[in-house]
């Protein structure tokens, strides 16, 4: 018994270990029902506004004019704050071709990340909150941007908005940034990638029903306020003979350029309405051409189907054996549905077109009726 | 269009030195993007406590004689009394960035807040000259209007050495003029940041209404003041009677093509519609069933 026993002493030597100090357990205090509005960890608040800020105003139209296509896309950074999503920077991404595909995707991937951890150094947003596209003459409805935008529903939090600036409004005196979510329906159909026929039924999708619209308002913070209002305030020349043209200089002067009478866009926006419909007849030309062949192949499935019962049910009356019953999907390929989403989206196009040339034209009906009003005189 | 607040400095041409036989063209003036100030304002407020103002990098395009500036982006640099530091590895990496999106953008000079130029200023603009070299980079101080007794407004700088042996601290700034140059097209953008409620849903016809509007008022006020000096309660001024004469006196006589303008733009008015409705139709149609 020397061991136990010296075992016993050993122990007994040793100090007691002591007991292990209780980590004190981790209260979890609830968050205070004032904060409750800013910390919103869950993303449980909806959206209801997007508030864009003066300096990604001024970026996205720099960018979208000097891109001289409507490829022009970027991405934007924020913050969302009770239900109001605030857009606080923006920045361009690179072109990416359409070909090799894979690298383009990746170094693209590459820049956003190098852009977001430089922007980071310098104290500004580094979340991303969805994307900016330029558009011409309202017609945005294309598949990039739809994929583009499915993506970020799912990565982010409250789903992306896709900002939308259209180039040819602004240049006529109405600068439009419009913010767009894609509707959970569609997002429903776009997961299932179940286009055919049956499936939009079942979600009931038109056109108008792909995008909902969310209300935007830009702010501009104080400096930034102050600071236009210093530029456009106009300064007095001290030249006392000024001629009363110059006199008074500014460095932002006042424009009136959307008084001008004028037909040039109407032209414009009527080709592209011809070239939208066309697209459209062209897709549903395929599309019907595929789904007469689907049915093709489906009548010559059934009538082999039909021809074997029968002669089974022949065989069957001589006694013979049965053939058996083959598989009739192994025999004839059906091919499946085609997708209706391109139709959708160039109907989509189409109507897009439409209500910009509906709204020139009515513009143009006011200012010629008030042209003709004053000229009277 | 001036931008500073006033201020009578004339301007001074000297001619570079020629001692290395090579002519630098040296900008005498300087375009802005609202954009670029924009991001400057805004690099200025996201500045941390320690810093008094803050730096970064200009990019822009120059022509032979204008240096059009295009767009800002901030670079980290830290000042104190001692020594001042400016991060180059970010500044080369933020422009290889940039580089990429806009590849027609090199750098031109670079900016900082407030107005004083000092040493430091100096230093960083010899940096900024070797990286712009050969040509020469231009420096532009913008005053935010948030300090005492200095309005806001941007000034415009190029440097040339100064004193007897040209040390890269020692330097004067020589001011060139500069101005807020934007397209036309961009015009309504700005605009909407003017205006005190901006929401972006205005349809044409508002901004037709408020345009047309503001015309009628200033139409009012000038009616005003005519009718005040013909009743003789206002000395008439020459010059603004002679302008007014010559403005408002040419008439637009024509209304021959008027009525074929009308017909067209209502001919579009109803294409329009009939394409909506027949595109509402056919998309309610894809939905029926092909049994």
Redesign the interface.
Same mark, same amino acid.
Request: hydrophobic share 40%; glycine share 6%.
């Given at each position: 018994m020397a061991a136990p026993s010296m075992a016993a002493a050993l122990a007994a030597s040793l100090p007691a270990p002591q007991a292990a100090p209780t980590p004190a357990a981790p209260t979890y205090e609830a968050i205070p029902a004032s904060m409750s509005k800013a910390i919103d960890i869950e993303a449980e608040i909806p959206l209801t506004c997007v508030q864009?800020?003066?300096?990604v105003?001024?970026?996205i139209?720099?960018?979208s004019?000097?891109a001289f296509s409507t490829t022009a896309h970027g991405l934007l950074l924020g913050l969302d704050l009770d239900g109001i999503l605030e857009v606080s920077?923006s920045?361009?991404?690179?072109n990416h071709n359409s070909d090799d595909d894979e690298k383009a995707t990746k170094s693209i991937a590459r820049?956003q990340q190098?852009?977001l951890r430089?922007l980071k150094?310098?104290?500004?947003d580094d979340n991303v909150v969805g994307f900016y596209q330029a558009t011409s003459l309202g017609a945005f409805f294309n598949q990039s941007l739809i994929d583009t935008q499915a993506i970020h529903q799912d990565r982010l939090r409250h789903g992306g908005v896709v900002v939308v600036h259209d180039?040819s409004?602004?240049?006529?005196?109405?600068?439009?940034?419009?913010a767009f979510k894609l509707t959970p329906a569609f997002m429903d159909a776009y997961r299932r990638a179940n286009f055919s026929?049956?499936g939009?039924?079942s979600h009931?999708?038109?056109?108008?029903s792909i995008l909902e619209e969310i209300?935007?308002?830009?702010?501009?913070?104080a400096?930034?306020?102050?600071?236009?209002?210093?530029?456009?305030t106009p300064?007095t020349s001290t030249f006392s003979?000024a001629?009363?043209?110059v006199a008074t200089?500014?460095?932002?002067?006042?424009?009136?350029?959307?008084?001008d009478i004028g037909?040039m866009g109407?032209t414009k926006n009527?080709e592209q309405?011809a070239e939208a419909?066309d697209n459209y007849r062209t897709e549903e030309g395929n599309v019907a051409y595929l $789904?007469r062949q689907i049915a093709r192949e489906k009548l010559r499935a059934e009538t082999y189907v039909a021809k074997r019962k029968e002669e089974n049910a022949r065989r069957v009356a001589q006694g013979l054996n049965a053939l058996p019953e083959e598989d009739v999907s192994r025999l004839f390929r059906i091919p499946p549905e085609p997708s209706?989403l391109e $139709?959708?989206l160039l109907?989509g196009q189409?109507?897009a077109?439409?209500?910009s040339?509906?709204?020139?034209?009515?513009?143009?009906?006011?200012?010629?009726y008030?042209?003709?009003a004053s000229?009277g005189v | 269009m001036p931008m500073r607040s006033s201020s009578s400095a004339a301007y001074i041409q000297s001619t570079p030195p020629s001692s290395n036989g090579v002519p630098s063209t040296r900008p005498t003036s300087l375009t802005i993007h609202p954009s670029a100030l924009f991001s400057i304002l805004d690099h200025y407020l996201r500045r941390t406590d320690a810093q008094h103002r803050v730096i970064g990098t200009l990019l822009g395009t120059r022509t032979d004689s204008t240096v059009d500036v295009k767009s800002a982006f901030a670079v980290l640099h830290s000042e104190t009394d001692e020594q001042v530091a400016v991060d180059m590895d970010y500044h080369r990496a933020m422009y290889d960035l940039c580089a990429r999106v806009r590849p027609n953008e090199t750098i031109v000079g670079w900016y900082s807040t407030g107005s004083d130029l000092n040493t430091y200023s100096a230093l960083i603009q010899n940096f900024y000259s070797q990286e712009t070299a050969p040509n020469q980079a231009v420096h532009v101080a913008l005053d935010t209007g948030t300090e005492e007794g200095k309005g806001a407004g941007v000034k415009a700088y190029v440097s040339s050495p100064v004193g007897i042996f040209p040390k890269p601290e020692n330097c004067v700034f020589v001011p060139i003029p500069c101005e807020l140059r934007f397209h036309e097209a961009e015009r309504s953008g700005l605009d909407l940041l003017l205006s005190p409620n901006p929401s972006s849903n205005q349809t044409d016809l508002d901004v037709l209404a408020s345009s047309l509007t503001d015309v009628q008022n200033m139409l009012n006020r000038v009616l005003a003041y005519v009718q005040s000096v013909l009743r003789g309660e206002v000395v008439g001024d020459k010059a603004v009677g002679r302008y007014l004469m010559d403005v408002l006196g040419t008439g637009v006589e024509e209304d021959g093509g008027w009525t074929a303008g009308l017909q067209d733009t209502l001919m579009i008015t109803y294409l329009a519609n009939l394409v909506r409705s027949q595109a509402e139709v056919s998309a309610r149609l894809a939905l029926t069933t092909a049994a």
């Amino acid at each position: 018994m020397a061991a136990p026993s010296m075992a016993a002493a050993l122990a007994a030597s040793l100090p007691a270990p002591q007991a292990a100090p209780t980590p004190a357990a981790p209260t979890y205090e609830a968050i205070p029902a004032s904060m409750s509005k800013a910390i919103d960890i869950e993303a449980e608040i909806p959206l209801t506004c997007v508030q864009l800020d003066g300096i990604v105003i001024t970026k996205i139209l720099k960018h979208s004019r000097e891109a001289f296509s409507t490829t022009a896309h970027g991405l934007l950074l924020g913050l969302d704050l009770d239900g109001i999503l605030e857009v606080s920077n923006s920045f361009a991404l690179p072109n990416h071709n359409s070909d090799d595909d894979e690298k383009a995707t990746k170094s693209i991937a590459r820049y956003q990340q190098s852009m977001l951890r430089s922007l980071k150094e310098v104290q500004g947003d580094d979340n991303v909150v969805g994307f900016y596209q330029a558009t011409s003459l309202g017609a945005f409805f294309n598949q990039s941007l739809i994929d583009t935008q499915a993506i970020h529903q799912d990565r982010l939090r409250h789903g992306g908005v896709v900002v939308v600036h259209d180039i040819s409004q602004t240049a006529r005196g109405n600068a439009s940034f419009r913010a767009f979510k894609l509707t959970p329906a569609f997002m429903d159909a776009y997961r299932r990638a179940n286009f055919s026929t049956a499936g939009m039924i079942s979600h009931r999708l038109t056109f108008a029903s792909i995008l909902e619209e969310i209300p935007l308002r830009v702010r501009t913070n104080a400096l930034l306020s102050s600071y236009l209002n210093t530029l456009a305030t106009p300064s007095t020349s001290t030249f006392s003979g000024a001629h009363p043209g110059v006199a008074t200089t500014s460095a932002l002067p006042p424009s009136y350029s959307v008084l001008d009478i004028g037909n040039m866009g109407l032209t414009k926006n009527l080709e592209q309405v011809a070239e939208a419909i066309d697209n459209y007849r062209t897709e549903e030309g395929n599309v019907a051409y595929l $789904s007469r062949q689907i049915a093709r192949e489906k009548l010559r499935a059934e009538t082999y189907v039909a021809k074997r019962k029968e002669e089974n049910a022949r065989r069957v009356a001589q006694g013979l054996n049965a053939l058996p019953e083959e598989d009739v999907s192994r025999l004839f390929r059906i091919p499946p549905e085609p997708s209706r989403l391109e $139709s959708m989206l160039l109907l989509g196009q189409v109507d897009a077109y439409a209500k910009s040339l509906e709204s020139n034209a009515g513009t143009g009906l006011v200012k010629m009726y008030a042209a003709k009003a004053s000229s009277g005189v | 269009m001036p931008m500073r607040s006033s201020s009578s400095a004339a301007y001074i041409q000297s001619t570079p030195p020629s001692s290395n036989g090579v002519p630098s063209t040296r900008p005498t003036s300087l375009t802005i993007h609202p954009s670029a100030l924009f991001s400057i304002l805004d690099h200025y407020l996201r500045r941390t406590d320690a810093q008094h103002r803050v730096i970064g990098t200009l990019l822009g395009t120059r022509t032979d004689s204008t240096v059009d500036v295009k767009s800002a982006f901030a670079v980290l640099h830290s000042e104190t009394d001692e020594q001042v530091a400016v991060d180059m590895d970010y500044h080369r990496a933020m422009y290889d960035l940039c580089a990429r999106v806009r590849p027609n953008e090199t750098i031109v000079g670079w900016y900082s807040t407030g107005s004083d130029l000092n040493t430091y200023s100096a230093l960083i603009q010899n940096f900024y000259s070797q990286e712009t070299a050969p040509n020469q980079a231009v420096h532009v101080a913008l005053d935010t209007g948030t300090e005492e007794g200095k309005g806001a407004g941007v000034k415009a700088y190029v440097s040339s050495p100064v004193g007897i042996f040209p040390k890269p601290e020692n330097c004067v700034f020589v001011p060139i003029p500069c101005e807020l140059r934007f397209h036309e097209a961009e015009r309504s953008g700005l605009d909407l940041l003017l205006s005190p409620n901006p929401s972006s849903n205005q349809t044409d016809l508002d901004v037709l209404a408020s345009s047309l509007t503001d015309v009628q008022n200033m139409l009012n006020r000038v009616l005003a003041y005519v009718q005040s000096v013909l009743r003789g309660e206002v000395v008439g001024d020459k010059a603004v009677g002679r302008y007014l004469m010559d403005v408002l006196g040419t008439g637009v006589e024509e209304d021959g093509g008027w009525t074929a303008g009308l017909q067209d733009t209502l001919m579009i008015t109803y294409l329009a519609n009939l394409v909506r409705s027949q595109a509402e139709v056919s998309a309610r149609l894809a939905l029926t069933t092909a049994a």
